[in-house]
């Protein structure tokens, strides 16, 4: 536990500090309240080679690492970086620059039979196993989206529907801790969603996620090793799937 029931203090350092500051350099810049963040590569680039973009700022002004924005109609995207720490930045940004809707797409390792490389999940919870929702709440085992923009989504992706997990550590997702997640609801694991939604939550954003599934994970230690499924195609035709469906049939 890193947040006090106790501490009725203000944080120090605030996004919006942050953003008007030297350290951030980033000047008056204004989102639309849409944003799809990508935590896998080559989303910003599918975007900006196949829709008319336009680009809102080279340096959006979070704390951790820069980085462009951009936008089609009314809706922006970028990268949301890596890890839990990294898109807790990058939502306390854009929230402060006018974001009130994200839509999260990544990548995620399934260790559920039913689930295969390839196939869409859109979360409906995701158990806490990073270390910075707890700096938001005192106590958190699980976080949810907005159930509306989830459910809008799924049907738009004809997407599975399932629980995740967000760790990170990624060398120390043993069999055990994999049979006590599925225990506890979760399919599938990544590093960012339970951030995702527990820190919109925090700061009044309705957040949902897609996430493809790149890699599946034996269920018991006399399987095969595990191997990496997604190849280039396999890649690009996920990000046309999803993209396409976002920006034409969600937001």
Excluded at 162 to 170: E, F, I, N, R, Y
Excluded at 216 to 234: F, K, L, Q, S
Aim: glycine fraction near 8%; charge should be negative; include cysteine.
């Amino acid at each position: 536990m890193w947040k006090y029931e106790c501490d009725d203090t203000r944080p120090i350092i605030t996004a919006k500090a942050n953003a008007q500051s030297l350290h951030a350099s980033g000047g008056e810049i204004r989102l639309p309240e849409t944003a799809m963040l990508f935590f896998m590569s080559g989303g910003v680039e599918y975007l900006t080679q196949n829709f008319d973009c336009q680009v809102i700022t080279q340096s959006l002004p979070r704390f951790l690492q820069k980085c462009p924005v951009y936008a089609t109609g009314d809706v922006c995207f970028l990268h949301g970086g890596r890890g839990a720490p990294q898109a807790a930045d990058t939502l306390e940004t854009i929230h402060a620059l006018g974001v009130k809707r994200v839509i999260s797409i990544g990548l995620c390792g399934a260790f559920m039979p039913d689930i295969n490389a390839g196939d869409v999940v859109v979360p409906d919870m995701a158990l806490v196993e990073e270390g910075t929702s707890l700096h938001y709440y005192s106590h958190i085992e699980r976080a949810y989206p907005d159930a509306e923009l989830a459910d809008k989504l799924r049907a738009a992706l004809n997407a599975k529907r399932a629980g995740v997990v967000s760790s990170d550590a990624v060398y120390r997702q043993t069999f055990y801790k994999e049979r006590l997640w599925r225990e506890c609801g979760a399919a599938c694991v990544e590093m960012e969603t339970s951030v995702i939604f527990s820190v919109s939550a925090y700061l009044g954003i309705k957040a949902a996620a897609a996430l493809v599934v790149s890699d599946v994970h034996p269920t018991d230690e006399g399987a095969p090793d595990w191997h990496w499924h997604m190849d280039g195609d396999m890649r690009r035709a996920a990000l046309e799937r999803v993209i396409s469906t976002v920006v034409d049939d969600v937001v």
